[in-house]
Nanobody, 117 residues
Framework: QVQLVESGGGLVQTGGSLRLSCAAS????????MGWYRQAPGKQREFVAR?????SVKYADSVKGRFTISRDNAKMYLQMNSLKPEDTAVYYC?????????????WGQGTQVTVSS
């Protein structure tokens, strides 16, 4: 099992930047991919970005060119630039880990990002 803790959220004005962090602990050697999701009030959780253990990245169309995902050992980051009010949400990190034939997905507790207009 992998434990995840997000940090770095906060209040920022439109056009500003924030950097989210996700610290992983536990069975980190089994992680094959990590990702960021977000959930705005009244909406479903949606995919934002992911990075694999081979550093392959993928972004949602809504954040391409503005957000950058990266990782460094047991930490993952999301650099968010040119923020818009529609980026306001609780941001969650997740980790996909595999052990033999079994895989698991673990989630962090989330961090609030608020972009004021």
């Amino acid at each position: 099992q992998v434990q995840l803790v997000e940090s770095g959220g906060g209040l920022v004005q439109t056009g500003g930047s924030l950097r989210l962090s996700c610290a992983a602990s536990g069975s980190i050697f089994s992680i094959t991919a990590m990702g960021w999701y977000r959930q705005a009030p009244g909406k479903q959780r949606e995919f934002v970005a992911r990075i694999t253990s081979g550093d392959s990245v993928k972004y949602a169309d809504s954040v391409k060119g503005r957000f950058t995902i990266s990782r460094d050992n047991a930490k993952m980051y999301l650099q968010m630039n040119s923020l818009k009010p529609e980026d306001t949400a609780v941001y969650y990190c997740n980790a996909i880990s595999t052990a033999g034939l079994r895989s698991a997905v673990d989630w962090g507790q989330g961090t609030q990002v608020t972009v004021s207009s």
